[in-house]
């Protein structure tokens, strides 16, 4: 593991982790595989506490590319603003928190030698999207 060195490398690690972020979120918004692709680890475990039996408690990074490829998350919102707040970095991983209409999810990001990528996901329905 690596600990940024200077000021100049904990920022280029958060415009990185923000662009990892925004990747997934714009990818599945948008249906862009090559977005999502580029975002997720090979080893992503999304889950949710989410209630609602018709929805998946765990998803893998072969099922959010399945997904993303079928339109799931296009036309969901008018509202694409995403907010992510950098909560942590430390060496090669990080927090992160990411805010949408329809969606607040924790993320895990790990530096790979592709660069950040996001390995853990905790998500539930954002304040617009909830019942």
Known sequence: MTQPSTTADAATDNDRITSCAR????????GDTARMERALHPQLVKRSPHPDP????????????????????????????????????????ATAVV???????????????????????????GPRAAP
């Open 23 to 30: 990747d997934y979120f714009e990818g599945w918004f948008t």
């Open 54 to 93: 018709s929805l998946e408690h765990v998803t893998t990074k072969a099922r959010m590319m399945q997904l993303t490829g079928d339109g799931a998350g296009v036309g969901e919102t008018d509202d694409q603003t995403i907010d992510v707040e950098i909560a942590d970095v430390y060496g090669d991983i």
């Open 99 to 125: 805010r949408s209409s329809v969606y607040r999810e924790y993320l895990h990001l790990v530096r790979t030698a592709d660069g950040w990528r996001i390995v853990n996901a905790l998500w539930a329905p």
